[in-house]
T-cell receptor, first 115, second 108 residues
Framework: GAVVSQHPSWVICKSGTSVKIECRSLDFQATTMFWYRQFPKQSLMLMAT?????????EQGVEKDKFLINHASLTLSTLTVTSAHPEDSSFYIC???????????FGQGTRLTVV | AQRVTQPEKLLSVFKGAPVELKCNYS??????LFWYVQYSRQRLQLLLR??SRESIKGFTADLNKGETSFHLKKPFAQEEDSAMYYCALRETGNQFYFGTGTSLTVIP
């Protein structure tokens, strides 16, 4: 199946700094990618839809100025957590639909810890 | 609005026993439903989708539009089935909305 890769897998940052997470589709192109957040022992919560060449679409309650999304190419979307706070600590997962949009392929996730 | 509901957070069954993980959905259009599984320390992966009507690893799921359900079933649970299971609904924009997940533990 198609592969989606995230980088880094885990990151620790100081409160107030910004962190960028990359999501790449390795062997296919993705005009759309999705960013999710997962708290411990909880479900994935869709944060935003990343659209190549245009603005991201954010779910209700997600601060667009806090979570900046850029979909610079057909294989790369980035999520930047700006001015991170401890409550932003979470597991962030991206996904991309495969060919013919038959299913979603998920990255391995990025664990962000803000100290 | 909660699109997908999984009422059980935790489910334990003995090896060899039948297992059913419940999923109900709310969607006005024609739903596309999926089951995803997350084994320990691994990424989410597709288990099965309703349009394929397939059986994967002995699991099946039938879409019941009348009851708006898509329950996942397996007649004889195995230890390797222990994992987190997510029911998901895909909308027309390709966004996937996930249920809260059910943690299945198969007791040897």
């Amino acid at each position: 199946g198609a592969v989606v890769s995230q980088h880094p897998s885990w990151v620790i940052c100081k409160s107030g700094t910004s962190v960028k997470i990359e999501c790449r589709s390795l062997d296919f192109q993705a005009t759309t990618m999705f960013w999710y957040r997962q708290f411990p022992k909880q479900s994935l919560m869709l944060m935003a839809t990343s659209n190549e060449g245009s603005k991201a679409t954010y779910e209700q309650g997600v601060e667009k100025d806090k979570f900046l999304i850029n979909h610079a190419s057909l294989t790369l979307s980035t999520l930047t957590v700006t001015s991170a706070h401890p409550e932003d600590s979470s597991f962030y997962i991206c996904s991309a639909p495969g060919h013919y949009n038959t299913e979603a392929f998920f990255g391995q996730g990025t664990r962000l810890t803000v100290v | 609005a909660q699109r997908v509901t999984q009422p059980e957070k935790l489910l334990s069954v003995f090896k060899g026993a039948p297992v059913e993980l419940k999923c109900n959905y709310s969607y006005s259009g024609s739903p596309e439903l999926f089951w995803y599984v997350q084994y320990s320390r691994q990424r989410l992966q597709l288990l099965l989708r309703h349009i394929s009507r397939e059986s994967i690893k002995g699991f099946t799921a039938d879409l019941n539009k009348g009851e708006t359900s898509f329950h996942l079933k397996k007649p004889f649970a195995q230890e390797e089935d222990s994992a987190m299971y997510y029911c998901a609904l895909r909308e027309t924009g390709n966004q996937f909305y996930f249920g809260t997940g059910t943690s299945l533990t198969v007791i040897p």
